[in-house]
T-cell receptor
Framework: ETGVTQTPRHLVMGMTNKKSLKCEQH?????MYWYKQSAKKPLELMFV???????ENNSVPSRFSPECPNSSHLFLHLHTLQPEDSALYLC??????????????FGPGTRLTVT | GQNIDQPTEMTATEGAIVQINCTYQ??????LFWYQQHAGEAPTFLSY??LDGLEEKGRFSSFLSRSKGYSYLLLKELQMKDSASYLC??????????WGAGTKLIIKP
């Protein structure tokens, strides 16, 4: 148990559906992250939030839309996804963004399958 | 571009020692991290190196040479539960983590 929870753990959706992934951290951290993990590929950083403000958006397609209503919660809204978007989506948090020593704490991920 | 290289898969025997290497080329360096990830689970933090040398933590040790852009994770007295993927990541000059693709470690009895 890392103090970061994600729901749902598994999601199957059609290309025309709209769904949302939820992440919650109980660690009092100020930074939250969305990553995409595909088989045998490095983790891809998607979005970074610091104190509810988006500070990084790594050329992610607009069919992925993040939302951070407060420093404990992070959402990833999904719409009109493609089969290549099937992957494990990981949420992480850390005390601050620009900090050398602090590690990131990860949630268990949502396994997304787009049909 | 930025790049982290580590072997795709390694096999070792229970009770033995294994060394997982990681080489990196990044824009700046603000530390190197090793994470462990069991199948279907979250990555969990193992170690952090920012200065050259060896950091020991129980059965696990991590080494860094900044001049060579090189690190390794050393696992001693291997146990079956050590079967997992091991991820190497470097914090670049923008404090972003750049990740390797991970090394899948298979432990055999």
């Amino acid at each position: 148990e890392t103090g970061v929870t994600q729901t749902p753990r598994h999601l199957v959706m059609g290309m025309t559906n709209k769904k949302s992934l939820k992440c919650e951290q109980h660690l009092g951290h100020n930074a939250m992250y969305w990553y995409k993990q595909s088989a045998k590929k490095p983790l891809e950083l998607m979005f970074v939030y610091s104190l509810e403000e988006r500070v990084e958006n790594n050329s992610v397609p607009s069919r992925f839309s993040p939302e951070c209503p407060n420093s404990s919660h992070l959402f990833l809204h999904l719409h009109t996804l493609q089969p290549e978007d099937s992957a494990l989506y990981l949420c992480a948090s850390s005390p601050r963004v620009a900090d050398t020593a602090y590690e990131q704490y990860f949630g268990p991920g949502t396994r997304l399958t787009v049909t | 571009g930025q790049n982290i290289d580590q072997p795709t898969e390694m096999t070792a025997t229970e009770g033995a020692i294994v060394q997982i290497n990681c080489t990196y080329q990044t824009s700046g360096f603000n530390g190197l991290f090793w994470y462990q990830q069991h199948a279907g689970e979250a990555p969990t933090f193992l170690s952090y190196n920012v200065l050259d040398g060896l950091e020991e933590k129980g059965r696990f040790s991590s080494f860094l040479s900044r001049s060579k852009g090189y690190s390794y994770l050393l696992l001693k007295e291997l146990q079956m539960k050590d079967s997992a993927s091991y991820l190497c990541a470097v914090k670049d000059s923008n404090y972003q983590l750049i990740w390797g693709a991970g090394t899948k470690l298979i432990i055999k009895p």
